[in-house]
């Protein structure tokens, strides 16, 4: 794990964000961790998760999850997110096929 993943998650403990009504903002975590970007915030908590940290994340805020409901709205909200990538997935390589199958290389 990453040196800034593990302050990730010591922030998170040390500003009690342990259950989503205390979620603490990505761009606040961005600013306290010394990082250019929420987006940045957001690698990191997917580092942790891969780990086994329960970190939860809801309306641009990240927190630990205390309840097992929190976890599974978490979980939700991920597959969602991939049902919805899995829609634009489909559909661009459809518009692929369509465009090189009919007109072969475009260079």
């Known amino acids: 794990m990453s040196p800034n993943a593990i302050s990730l998650l010591d922030l998170l403990h040390l500003m009690c ?8 903002y990505g761009a606040k ?5 010394g ?3 929420e987006k940045s915030v957001q690698v990191l908590a997917t580092e ?3 780990e086994g940290y329960l970190v939860g994340a809801h309306d641009g805020g990240f927190f630990l999850c205390i309840t097992e409901d929190e976890a599974q709205t978490y979980l939700e909200s991920l597959k969602a997110r991939i049902a919805g990538a899995q829609i634009t997935i489909s559909a661009f390589s459809e518009s692929m096929k369509r465009r090189w199958d009919s007109q072969g290389s475009l260079f």
Not at 17 to 24: C, E, I, L
Not at 29 to 33: E, F, I, K, P, W
Request: net charge positive.
């Open 17 to 24: 964000a342990h259950g989503q009504h205390k979620a603490v």
């Open 29 to 33: 975590l961005a600013r306290d961790l």
């Open 48 to 50: 942790l998760r891969r």
């Open 35 to 37: 990082l250019t970007n």
